[in-house]
């Protein structure tokens, strides 16, 4: 039969019949290949990624499992027209286990925006479109693409990514966890050394005088002015501390300054410190006679104390710099000598203390109520900071070993709970 000269008539049984099959045409848009392993970084990092898409639900279900998104067997669907018609109770609900949202409008994303800010959750969202513009504003952190992104959506958003890439999305959490790590570390080391240059003041005022005082004025002024600040400012390019994407997100009520901070600065690393430079002083008034002659108070033997004082502090200063290179990982398997700046720090620190010991002007030492050191108290020194890195050390595998049992027994209740 002759076909309808009109494309008006043509029909579907008109045309769909006497073929032959030739094949069959599939077009697919395959994920970038560092999807899936920026995906298994997040799962590492407690992040939970929601895909919400326009695409056939067994299409969005095959991409999310091939990806890692979803891992389980029974994962729900929430279509558009289904997520129209849920209640706000019904949505929290779906959204506690695995769903993926198909078929969706972009104008529907605000809609889970809002149901998981409800649940307390920290909500990052990407979008594209001028639809998305409502969900980028609402989120806590919206994130636009820069390439297909709209210049609507790119002004809603608080981040815009340039390579339209997920992957880097991990690594600039990478990046930021490092960020606040580094701060929290330049935090403990400052706070740390306010200890030892505290204590000797301590020691003079509680025995009335007895104890002649171990560190004076400029001194501290020194360690605050000189031997604190260059290693510090080391600590803040201090590179990603391996592990910082396997742990989970912390609290949005967790404060910089914490509890945990502030008792490792002033109580445990402070003490230690404090420990160092009173040692120091009493070892050097033990070479002069002590206890069987009084503390020094006065003259050379009195200004080599404080000196002694003083250049404990700073070697202490310089074990515990290494070990605020890291909250949990050994230093060394970072390596010991890997950031140059804090390198450079040490040696001014050394700097300071050789220039106050040697200097030959006597009115250096008059100010700064010093004197030459000789090779007994060097070898006191010497030992300090290896002394700080193993006690340290100690503290780090301790901490290891009860966080990889606690992930071991949480994981052992996930799977009993399944």
């Known amino acids: 039969?002759?076909?309808?000269?009109?494309?008006?008539?043509?029909?579907?049984?008109?045309?769909?019949?006497?073929?032959?099959?030739?094949?069959?045409?599939?077009?697919?848009?395959?994920?970038?290949?560092?999807?899936?392993?920026?995906?298994?970084?997040?799962?590492?990092?407690?992040?939970?990624?929601?895909?919400?898409?326009?695409?056939?639900?067994?299409?969005?279900?095959?991409?999310?499992?091939?990806i890692g998104i979803i891992q389980g067997d029974h994962p729900r669907i929430v279509t558009g027209m289904g997520l129209q018609k849920m209640k706000p109770e019904e949505l929290k609900e779906a959204l506690k286990g695995e769903v993926i949202f198909a078929r969706v409008a972009p104008e529907q994303k605000l809609q889970v925006v809002d149901a998981l800010q409800e649940m307390g959750e920290i909500v990052a969202v990407t979008g594209d479109g001028v639809n998305d513009s409502p969900a980028l504003k609402k989120a806590d952190i919206g994130v636009a693409m820069g390439i297909t992104g709209t210049d609507v959506a790119k002004e809603a958003a608080d981040m815009i990514l340039t390579d339209d890439n997920f992957a880097s999305i991990v690594h600039a959490i990478e990046e930021g966890r490092a960020v606040y790590s580094n701060i929290r570390k330049f935090v403990t080391y400052i706070f740390t050394s306010n200890v030892p240059e505290a204590m000797p003041s301590a020691f003079y005022l509680l025995s009335r005088g007895a104890i002649p005082l171990p560190l004076t004025i400029m001194q501290v002024l020194s360690i605050d002015l000189g031997t604190d600040m260059v290693p510090a400012m080391g600590l803040g390019?201090?590179?990603?501390?391996?592990?910082?994407?396997?742990?989970?997100?912390?609290?949005?009520k967790e404060s910089l300054v914490n509890k945990n901070l502030i008792l490792r600065a002033f109580v445990w690393y402070g003490l230690l410190e404090s420990a160092a430079c009173m040692a120091g002083y009493f070892f050097l008034n033990w070479l002069h006679g002590w206890p069987g002659a009084p503390l020094a108070s006065a003259g050379t033997a009195y200004r080599a104390a404080t000196t002694m004082?003083?250049?404990?502090?700073?070697?202490a200063q310089i074990g515990m710099v290494f070990n605020c290179r890291t909250e949990r990982t050994s230093v060394f398997r970072r390596g010991l000598f890997s950031n140059r700046m804090i390198l450079f720090g040490v040696a001014v620190?050394?700097?300071?203390?050789?220039?106050?010991?040697?200097?030959?002007?006597?009115?250096?030492?008059?100010?700064?109520?010093?004197?030459?050191?000789?090779?007994?108290?060097?070898?006191?020194?010497?030992?300090?900071?290896?002394?700080?890195?193993?006690?340290?050390?100690?503290?780090?595998?301790?901490l290891r070993r009860h966080e990889r049992k606690k992930k071991h027994e949480d994981k052992t209740k996930g799977e009993l709970a399944g």
């Open 1 to 66: 039969a002759a076909l309808p000269t009109s494309l008006s008539e043509y029909t579907p049984e008109l045309v769909e019949r006497d073929l032959t099959f030739l094949g069959l045409v599939a077009m697919v848009d395959p994920p970038r290949p560092d999807v899936a392993s920026a995906v298994k970084e997040c799962h590492n990092a407690g992040i939970r990624i929601i895909m919400m898409t326009g695409d056939y639900g067994l299409t969005a279900e095959s991409i999310a499992r091939r």
């Open 309 to 315: 004082t003083f250049a404990a502090t700073v070697f």
């Open 349 to 398: 620190e050394l700097a300071i203390v050789a220039l106050w010991c040697y200097l030959p002007f006597e009115g250096v030492h008059a100010l700064f109520n010093t004197a030459p050191l000789g090779w007994r108290e060097w070898l006191f020194l010497i030992v300090i900071p290896p002394v700080m890195l193993l006690v340290e050390e100690l503290r780090k595998l301790f």
């Open 237 to 252: 390019v201090e590179a990603p501390e391996a592990g910082v994407m396997d742990v989970p997100p912390r609290s949005r």
